[in-house]
T-cell receptor
């Protein structure tokens, strides 16, 4: 199963772009990269996912390198409410085929500063 | 309902007692997952249900933990003879799976279990 590596914590100034890196050097060709975030005392929230191409939605952009060994989640204009733990996850295969089970690491604590 | 519903939101129990935690997934979602999160820790996978397939129980920490999903909808996680180390937030998630496309899952707000 592909593993991910993220910095433990990051700071970002309010209104600036937050760029959260993730390394997944052992990712397989058919494995997706997912990003979730968890705001204090809440369940994790889906942000975005991608396979090869860069992706953008109303919350964020996902930039995946051409070799797929790393990716960056971009929050274009961070607000105080974006303070959370951000998880980068590679979808794994469990028993019995594709079980879509996500294994969460420790994530990056993003602190948005006023 | 519109989201994943878990009950109770908080549960305090005495060591050695059994507890049941309930999860109502989003209507139509075929897959259901249980995770737990100890204080200050990441999410730990427990068990996964997909349709009528045998559940993936690979994350259950001991035989005191069990889960079932009735009628392909509601799920109950049961912890027997609770121990203090079982204290955690238990999170349920559900997802809709079709072929190889899968957009991740939606989590509930969790049940905070405290064993005293």
């Amino acid at each position: 199963d592909a593993k991910t590596t993220q910095p433990t914590s990051m700071d970002c100034a309010e209104g600036r772009a937050a760029n959260l890196p993730c390394n997944h050097s052992t990712i397989s060709g058919n494995e997706y990269v997912y990003w979730y975030r968890q705001i204090h005392s809440q369940g994790p929230q889906y942000i975005i996912h991608g396979l090869k191409n860069n992706e953008t939605n109303e919350m964020a952009s996902l930039i995946i390198t051409e070799d797929r060994k790393s990716s960056t989640l971009i929050l274009p204009h961070a607000t105080l409410r974006d303070t959370a733990v951000y998880y980068c996850i590679v979808r794994v295969r469990g028993t019995g085929g594709a079980t879509n089970k996500l294994i969460f690491g420790t994530g990056t604590l993003l602190a948005v500063q006023p | 309902g519109a989201g994943v519903s878990q009950s109770p939101s908080n549960k305090v129990t005495e060591k050695g007692k059994d507890v049941e935690l309930r999860c109502d997934p989003i209507s139509g979602h075929t897959a259901l997952y249980w995770y737990r999160q100890s204080l200050g820790q990441g999410l730990e996978f427990l068990i996964y249900f997909q349709g009528n397939s045998a559940p993936d129980k690979s994350g259950l920490p001991s035989d005191r933990f069990s889960a079932e999903r009735t009628g392909g909808s509601v799920s109950t996680l049961t912890i027997q003879r609770t121990q203090q180390e079982d204290s955690a937030v238990y999170l349920c998630a559900s997802s809709w799976v079709t072929g190889m496309e899968w957009n991740g899952y939606t989590f509930g707000s969790g049940t905070r279990l405290t064993v005293v």
